[in-house]
């Protein structure tokens, strides 16, 4: 099992969160909530209004998502999915854990006594510059304040 932190349409509530419930994909156990331990910028863009997590560490927010874990399967159906390596990079990044779930207690789930987790990232090293100066957000939902609504891949 690895473990998998998801900020944009595949958290609870969003338009692509049916894929981390589909047992036909693999398994995906939600664990918990956290934010990145590093700030990143979370941008909204495309024309299909996609959120990026864009790989410059130390710029915009800590992002907040939710952690999973999930089996092999899961795990290459969201390589696919997120149109890696191409579109997403599938990298490891430091999690602060808010609030945990996972079986086993908060103790044997974290890391370390500061509750930092290792979990893989789909962020992107490969988009246009022009994205950096779009505003960023610390915090994704389809239907937010920014009116940017998300367009599924089914509509496209």
Known sequence: ???VFVYGTLKKGQPNYKHMINTAKGLAKFQGRGHTVEKYPLVIAGKYNIPYMLNIP???HHIAGE???VDEQML???DE???CPDMYQRTLMRIQVVEWEGKGGVGEARAGADGVLECFVYST???PPE???LPYYDS???SGKHGLTYVLRESR
């Open 131 to 133: 994205w950096v100066g």
């Open 140 to 142: 994704y939902d389809s």
């Open 76 to 78: 290459q159906f969201l």
């Open 58 to 60: 130390g710029t915009g």
């Open 67 to 69: 952690i999973y874990s």
């Open 125 to 127: 090293a490969t988009y």
């Open 81 to 83: 999915f997120e149109g």
């Open 1 to 3: 099992m690895a473990r």
